[in-house]
């Protein structure tokens, strides 16, 4: 077999490698102290407090082309510890435990995350709430973590570094009628009436089911 035969045939098996390990690869794993710079690359939690942590019940994070349903969400937080370290999906479905894609639009690069390792249940990035134990303690994993050039946020945020922070409550938050607390309009024309009509309730706080429907 030449040369070019041999490097194709290694990388057909390398891709095509079924994951066999559920921990983090050891880079990911390990602690290191991080220079500021590094530590603040994706993480600047606003108006902190003294001890450098908003002091809130819940944090939530929604992309600019999703709506949330803000009663619902807040009917849905209150059955919610905050004490307890929690990671609600508002999209209703969490991403499952899944092998590493090296092509489109979510690929990750193979020496980051090789074949061999999973990647952990995450939450949809578009939208995402988390109790305030969470937060803290992915906000924690974070600072002593050299993620390098990961490039998946939700993916490093609520599935790896939940991981490495010892999370394991994660669900998506689904509706007693199986609905969602969120909408996704993706590419609304800004001028259309129901954009705007939703851009006044939600800035008045008062979106709601009824609202969306």
């Known amino acids: 077999m030449n040369l070019s035969l041999l490097k194709i045939s290694k990388a057909y098996q390398l891709f095509t490698a079924h994951p066999t390990k559920r921990n983090l690869p050891k880079y ?7 220079s500021q710079q590094k530590q603040v690359k994706f993480i600047k939690p606003p108006s902190c407090s003294g001890d450098g942590f908003v002091k809130e019940k819940y ?3 929604h992309d600019d082309d999703i709506f949330i349903k803000l009663d619902e969400l807040k009917g849905q937080l209150e059955k919610l510890d905050p004490s307890v370290p929690e990671i609600k999906c508002l999209k209703g479905e969490c991403i499952p435990e899944a092998p590493a ?12 995350y090789p ?3 999973f990647i952990p249940t995450y939450s949809n990035g578009q939208a ?3 109790t305030a134990s969470a937060a803290r303690k992915i906000y924690e ?5 050299d993620y390098r050039e990961f490039r998946i946020e939700d993916m490093l945020y609520t599935g790896i570094l939940r ?3 010892g999370i394991s409550k994660i669900s998506g938050m689904v509706l007693p009628d199986g609905g969602s607390v969120s909408l996704h309009k993706q590419g609304m024309p800004d001028e259309s009436l129901f954009f705007q009509e939703l851009t006044l309730l939600y800035k008045n706080n008062e979106l709601s089911l009824r609202a969306m429907t």
């Open 141 to 145: 994993a974070a600072k002593e973590t």
């Open 115 to 117: 074949p061999k390792y």
């Open 128 to 130: 995402t709430a988390l």
């Open 28 to 34: 990911l794993r390990g602690t290191q102290i991080l």
């Open 163 to 165: 991981v490495k922070a």
């Open 101 to 112: 894609m090296y092509f489109g639009k979510y690929y990750t690069w193979i020496d980051l």
């Open 59 to 61: 944090a939530i994070f």
